[in-house]
Nanobody, 121 residues
Framework: QARLEESGGGLVQAGGSLRLSCVVSGITFSTKTMAWYRQAPGEQRKLVARISHRDSTDYEDSAKGRFTISRDDAKNTVYLQMNSLKPEDTAVYYC???????????????WGQGTQVTVSS
């Protein structure tokens, strides 16, 4: 059974940086497209960035130029480097496996606990 474990969140001032990590177990990680989602209070969870098994990447518009998704298949880990953070980036961040590179639907039903990112102005 797949398991997702996010970490690396915290409280940061606007303009600061954070690096999130997600360790994945129970799947053949190296063959999967991975994604980061975020959910702000009162809003639906939405996809922020994705990375294919061949390291192709794509970002939601607000993340372009500021966030970088990467992966380490030897560690079964996907990362999200977030720079130039803004208060509107405040959310709980989650990772998941995508059903396909162009399919936003998460493949793992049991989400991890997420990691809280809070950006102060």
């Amino acid at each position: 059974q797949a398991r997702l474990e996010e970490s690396g969140g915290g409280l940061v001032q606007a303009g600061g940086s954070l690096r999130l990590s997600c360790v994945v177990s129970g799947i053949t990680f190296s063959t999967k497209t991975m994604a980061w989602y975020r959910q702000a209070p009162g809003e639906q969870r939405k996809l922020v960035a994705r990375i294919s098994h061949r390291d192709s990447t794509d970002y939601e518009d607000s993340a372009k130029g500021r966030f970088t998704i990467s992966r380490d298949d030897a560690k079964n880990t996907v990362y999200l480097q977030m720079n130039s953070l803004k208060p509107e980036d405040t959310a709980v961040y989650y990772c998941n496996v995508l059903r396909g590179y162009y399919n936003n639907a998460p493949a793992v039903a049991n989400w991890g606990q997420g990691t809280q990112v809070t950006v102060s102005s």
